[in-house]
């Protein structure tokens, strides 16, 4: 069955982004919780910089789940890349991620490696694909310990110039020899890059570990055009039952957003 999420920013440097609740892990666990989520999608400041006995505490007594960790804090706060051509920048971000993984695996929660691909840039695409390679090699293996899968994120154009399309992300995953990596199907990006939003993740049917709930304008879901019901639906037929989790802009407001989102989850996800 597929799960709803709500995503929580602990990081200042990202205001103005993509997340519903802010700043505050109790509050936002507070109303996640009222809301009917059943999980929250953390994105911390860094390995340290969430209070773990506290969120432990918070999930706890409001019965959530960690659904999984950001980690493109590494990128905004600190500018690490895993295709950086500085190997000394790429050992960082692989210590950083690794770190994210120990913390977020000890939530039963993936780590998400969205940002912290980087783009090439001075080196050719082959050359950066390959950086990419050791890192997801070594990382997916790392994440096998929590019973987790380490979770990639391909990114529209503008974000990335790596991996841009499930397919071509399903491609890449087949080439590794880890098993434990999987895709995370953001519907924002992929509204820019593919061609129909609902084939593409049939097509890649069991390589989608992770989903965000978003729409075209990356607004909450129902306030922009993305057509849901057959995304839905090539959702549930092709097995997936990882969680829907919002990282949308707060649009209007926080409250608002984390409403209009559950409210489409359930049109969506549960009804039908
Ligand atoms: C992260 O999940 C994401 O979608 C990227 O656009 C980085 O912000
Ligand atoms: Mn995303």
């Known amino acids: 069955m597929i799960r709803s999420s709500v995503t929580i920013s602990l990081v200042p440097e990202v205001r103005g982004g993509p997340f519903i609740f802010w700043d505050d892990l109790a509050e936002g666990c507070r109303k996640a919780a009222e809301l009917g989520f059943d ?7 860094g390995p340290q910089g969430v209070d773990a006995v506290l969120l432990r505490k918070l999930v706890a007594d409001h019965k959530l789940s960690v659904a999984a960790m950001g980690t493109g804090a590494g990128w905004v706060k600190h500018r690490l890349s895993l295709t950086s051509t500085d190997a000394a920048v790429r050992g960082k971000a692989r210590d950083f991620i690794q770190a994210m993984i120990d913390l977020a695996g000890s939530f039963g929660a993936p780590a998400i490696i969205g940002s912290m691909q980087g783009r090439y840039d001075g080196i050719d695409r082959e050359a950066a694909l390959e950086y990419l390679r050791e890192a997801l ?8 310990q929590y019973n987790v899968p380490l979770l990639y994120e391909p990114l529209n154009r503008y974000e990335t110039n790596l991996i841009t399309t ?8 087949k080439s590794l020899s880890t098993q434990n990596v999987k895709l995370l199907a953001d519907l924002f990006h992929m509204n820019i890059e593919e061609t129909n939003l609902a084939a593409a993740l049939r097509g890649a049917a069991g390589f989608v570990g992770h989903l965000h709930f978003v729409d075209s304008n990356r607004r909450p879901a129902g306030l922009g055009h993305l057509d849901y019901t057959p995304i839905a639906h090539a959702l549930k037929e092709s097995g997936y039952n990882g969680f829907a989790s919002a990282e949308a802009f707060p649009w209007p407001d926080p409250d608002a957003a984390a409403l209009q ?6 049109m969506y996800f549960r009804s039908a």
Do not use: C, M, N, S
Not at 137 to 144: M, P, R, S, T
Not at 166 to 173: F, M
């Open 261 to 266: 989102t559950i409210r489409a989850f359930w």
């Open 166 to 173: 499930l397919d071509a992300g399903v491609q890449y995953l």
């Open 39 to 45: 999980a929250v999608e953390v994105f911390p400041p």
């Open 137 to 144: 090699e070594h990382l997916g293996e790392h994440a096998k």
